[in-house]
DNA sequence: GCTAACCTGTGATAATCGTCACATAATTAC
DNA sequence: GTAATTATGTGACGATTATCACAGGTTAGC
């Protein structure tokens, strides 16, 4: 648990009866390569700490996977919005590697946020996290060319490139696996 | 303040104790057309709650204006990134009519969430809102065709189809003006 | 080690898109 | 009302991309 309450002392001031109270949300979980956090149709009860290996988000329309975001160490992997409001996930979580999460369950997070108020800014915090890291990939489409997006990654996230297959990010940059294959070629010659 | 007191129910329970202690984070104002709430450059130190009229967030790159988001009526419009962090905005944020908007200072709503747990709460819904609609949005390029993302607005986001400019719907959208204007044509044509 | 599954590269071709140019609304300013 | 500005539509053409097909390389499981 060193790293998630590192992780936390970095976002937010953090007691140490604040870590206690939060203690009963707490859940240590591993996961094999290709087992599901989350599953589409499910309704998304948990915030995953990522401690070690990596997730992704994906959506599944007409028998394709579209990969939709990739979690790593120290970073929260959820649903927000099924989180948020108690609908049904669209989407899937699915771990790459053996994965170790931490998991926030919901109704004991809550609960413990009523007695705390720095365990509910620290919610806030993970929450607005996530909602900056969703703005900088949304923008990418807006701001950028399918080249100009993989070079970003490249400066600003080299070890997503590093750890993820180029068939993989494929989808996560909205272009075919085949035609990132030939962007990688042409980018490396010049 | 109706409208936002009524906003406010809609996402959590909020005591008239809360309400009074938040008082002094709010403001009101009024913004032209094509005046800025936010310039890039500055700090965010405000969330904008649009009372009336609606708002959208561009970069300005090379010249060229990214429009990036649309904020209607009952929705809060900020940089999430800069209000978060204290780093400067990357982007503007722009009125595209005449708008009303009430602004939650940061300083003063982090000195009201300290005194009251709703308060606090309110803000973590505040920004899952905001973190859903990122999400919804950057998943419609990683989806969707240039003409299943238009399809999905019309279906989903009428209300932004009929206000919002073909013009500046386009680079939201990630394409050319010219080709969201034979999109729409092809699309009315079945 | 061997097989099966997955990953990457590449050619061909059709579809889509961006860009430039210009014409025609539609809106705004005075 | 008129002029200026802005928004939209459209043709032409080059650039980029998706798709299908297939080959070779790498990895993982047994």
């Known amino acids: 648990m060193d790293n998630l309450l590192k992780y936390i002392h970095s976002l937010t001031v953090f007691s ?4 206690e109270l ?4 707490l859940a240590k979980k591993a996961f094999q390569k290709n087992e599901l956090l989350l599953k589409e149709g499910e309704v998304c009860n948990s915030l995953f700490y990522i401690e070690k290996g990596y997730c992704k988000t994906y959506y599944e329309i007409d028998g394709m996977v579209k990969n939709t975001g990739f979690f790593f160490e120290n970073e929260i992997a959820t649903n927000i919005t099924s989180f948020g409001s108690g609908r049904k996930s669209e989407f899937n979580i699915i771990a790459c590697e053996p994965l170790t999460a931490i998991l926030f369950d919901k109704k004991e997070l809550f609960q413990a946020a009523k007695q705390a108020n720095e365990i509910e800014t620290l919610g806030r915090n993970c929450i607005r996290l996530f909602a900056s890291k969703q703005e900088e990939f949304s923008n990418l489409f807006k701001l950028y060319s399918a080249r100009e997006r993989l070079q ?10 590093q750890r993820v297959s180029l068939s993989q990010l494929a989808s996560f940059l909205g272009v075919a696996r085949e035609t990132l294959s030939r962007i990688r070629k042409r980018r490396m010659l010049m």
């Open 22 to 25: 939060l203690q009963p949300a």
């Open 16 to 19: 140490d009866k604040s870590w």
């Open 152 to 161: 970003y990654l490249e400066v600003n996230h080299p070890g997503m490139i």
